[in-house]
């Protein structure tokens, strides 16, 4: 139980064009997903917290504008990095809520920008 | 805000032998989660702590809640080469849905 699945794994991207990742909840529905995003060897930083049917709420610093998330369903939420630069080059990870604060993650999605 | 202290940073051992790591806060927490990170992959839920003093077990895999509500650490008896990976430690801030995560302690396991 409690999988959730990204989609795409990877993409490559040109600069100037929007990417859109989505994750899943498939045995399981979720009001609260999170998208992170990862550096290499450093841990994973909180981006926005989205909720189902609600307007998602960002991290200081991220800009609601250029990372578009969608909650449309309680087993959907799309994260759609708008503009991408190469700089928005990372591996994208969303989370599920289950019960008590216990986050189930996707697979992980590798952006590059080129 | 609310900080988690990951130790060691990365350990290097030999597979059969055990491994302990631990995870420190100067705030308290009411929930331990642990995790592990494979190369190219998203965290894997291992244990989930609820209760101060807690000790629980998933197969090899050992995680205990510290009585303070500060700490927690996580053992694996003995090691294997699958255990190579990531593990990070993680505790809901300050009563909210999101999580705090540790800078995680990287594990190698030489067979």
């Known amino acids: 139980g409690a999988v959730v699945s990204q989609h795409p794994s990877w993409v490559i991207c040109k600069s100037g064009t929007s990417v859109k990742i989505e994750c899943r909840s498939l045995?399981?529905?979720?009001?609260?997903m999170f998208w992170y995003r990862q550096f290499p060897k450093q841990s994973l930083m909180l981006m926005a917290t989205?909720?189902?049917?609600?307007?998602?709420?960002?991290e200081q610093g991220v800009e609601k504008d250029k990372f578009l998330i969608n909650h449309a369903s309680l087993t959907l939420s799309t994260l759609t990095v708008t503009s991408a630069h190469p700089e928005d080059s990372s591996f994208y990870i969303c989370?599920?809520?289950?019960?008590?604060?216990?986050?189930?993650f996707g697979p992980g999605t590798r952006l590059t920008v080129t | 805000g609310q900080q988690l202290n990951q130790s060691p940073q990365s350990m290097f051992i030999q597979e059969g032998e055990d491994v302990s790591m631990n995870c420190t806060s100067s705030?308290?927490?009411?929930?331990w989660l642990w995790y592990k990170q494979d190369p190219g992959e998203g965290p894997v839920l291992l244990i989930a702590?609820?209760?101060?003093?807690e000790l629980t077990s998933n197969g090899r895999l050992t995680a205990q809640f510290g009585i303070t509500r500060k700490d927690s650490f996580l053992n694996i008896s003995a090691s294997i080469p699958s255990d190579v990976g990531i593990y990070f430690c993680?505790?809901?801030?300050?009563?909210?849905?999101?999580?705090?995560f540790g800078k995680g302690t990287k594990l190698t396991v030489n067979p």
């Open positions: 989370s599920a809520e289950g019960d008590s604060y216990e986050q189930y």
């Open positions: 045995d399981f529905q979720a009001t609260t």
């Open positions: 989205s909720n189902e049917g609600s307007k998602a709420t960002y």
């Open positions: 705030s308290i927490f009411n929930t």
């Open positions: 702590l609820y209760k101060a003093g």
């Open positions: 993680a505790g809901p801030q300050g009563g909210s849905e999101k999580l705090v």
